[in-house]
């Protein structure tokens, strides 16, 4: 998985759960699979595979889960097992505790980075390529008039 985002190179093999737009949930949620939340939760969440937390997500509680993409707001502790991935767009206020860090470019931490056994970890930064071809492709039409 080294040098490669999460989502392009995680298997699904206990399914995938999503909660979309507007809802909003109080409580806990848990799991054997993944999780795509694009919605509010106010409390815990822990899945056993990727927990991808969309730029319309956010959850204000403790987090836990196998590997986690952050591009909306987590506000509590997040423990993952092995890679966490924090986007462009993702603010995390709260700990993290994880065995490996990719943090974009212009993403927000307010907290501590250590790794399973308790030792810091420096984070990595990345420019998100998406945006990068975006950014080109834009100018590109531009200048075809």
Do not use: W
């Not at 462009?88 to 994880?98: K, P």
């Amino acid at each position: 998985m080294e040098n490669k985002r999460i989502s392009e190179s995680y298997s699904d093999s206990d399914g995938k759960s999503f909660i979309r737009g507007v809802t909003r949930i109080t409580g806990t949620i848990s799991g054997p699979g993944d999780l795509e939340l694009e919605g509010e939760l106010n409390g815990d969440v822990s899945v056993a595979g990727l927990l991808v937390i969309g730029e319309q997500g956010s959850v204000q509680g403790k987090v836990t889960a196998g590997n986690m993409v952050l591009a909306g707001r987590v506000h509590g502790k997040a423990t993952v097992r092995e890679r966490i991935e924090v986007r462009s767009s993702g603010r995390m206020e709260g700990n993290i505790v994880c065995q490996k860090i990719a943090i974009a470019e212009g993403a927000y931490l307010d907290g501590e980075v250590h790794t399973h056994k308790g030792q810091p970890l420096a984070p990595d930064f990345f420019t998100e390529k998406r945006k990068d071809l975006q950014a080109a492709k834009a100018a590109g039409n531009g200048q075809a008039k």
